[in-house]
């Protein structure tokens, strides 16, 4: 049996300017630190044996993680593709939209459909990619919105579209 498998499909290259500010941001604070990480890991490198320098070892792998970070933004920023202006039909769902759907249950919830890199569960971003997104964009405001999940089929209305800045209201 192979261990093969098709590579995994490429995210959308979207982004929204919040988001893509927060990436910049994110950016030259790691440059910042890691200056003083290198302080730290050469003042450690000092002390002597590095087998058991816990503080050498920590160091080193602090700066791994750092410049793994740094290189993958390095290279994925450049791809981005910063949307941040509202789309001309408002009522539409598109990349950017604050959506508010209904469940068969009354329940509501709140989505923002965002790129891949500012997905935030906990303030209800989502992924462009993502397949409650899928179901959501090009709907217009009180559309029923069919998902399809290994549960089975789930249900949503479409209550209120709208475009703003990242506030979260």
């Not at 192979?2 to 590579?7: L, M, N």
């Not at 302080?39 to 793994?68: F, H, P, T, V, W």
């Not at 989505?111 to 217009?140: F, N, W």
Request: glycine share 6%.
């Amino acid at each position: 049996m192979s261990r093969w498998r098709p590579p995994s499909p490429k995210s959308s290259p979207y982004i929204t300017r919040e988001g893509y500010l927060r990436l910049e941001h994110e950016l030259k604070d790691l440059w910042r630190r890691r200056s003083e990480v290198v302080q730290a890991l050469s003042a450690a490198a000092a002390e002597g044996d590095r087998s058991e320098n816990a503080e050498y070892i920590y160091r080193k792998k602090q700066l791994r993680e750092m410049d793994q970070r740094i290189g993958y933004l390095q290279k994925c920023m450049p791809k981005l593709r910063v949307i941040s202006a509202p789309p001309p039909d408002k009522q539409r769902v598109y990349f950017g939209a604050w959506v508010t759907v209904k469940d068969e249950n009354g329940q509501e919830n709140r989505y923002r459909i965002v790129g891949t890199d500012e997905l935030d569960p906990a303030q209800g971003h989502i992924s462009v990619d993502s397949p409650m997104a899928c179901a959501l964009l090009k709907h217009a405001l009180d559309d029923e919105v069919r998902l399809i999940t290994p549960e089975g089929e789930l249900r949503y209305f479409i209550t209120e579209v709208c475009y703003m800045e990242d506030t979260g209201k």
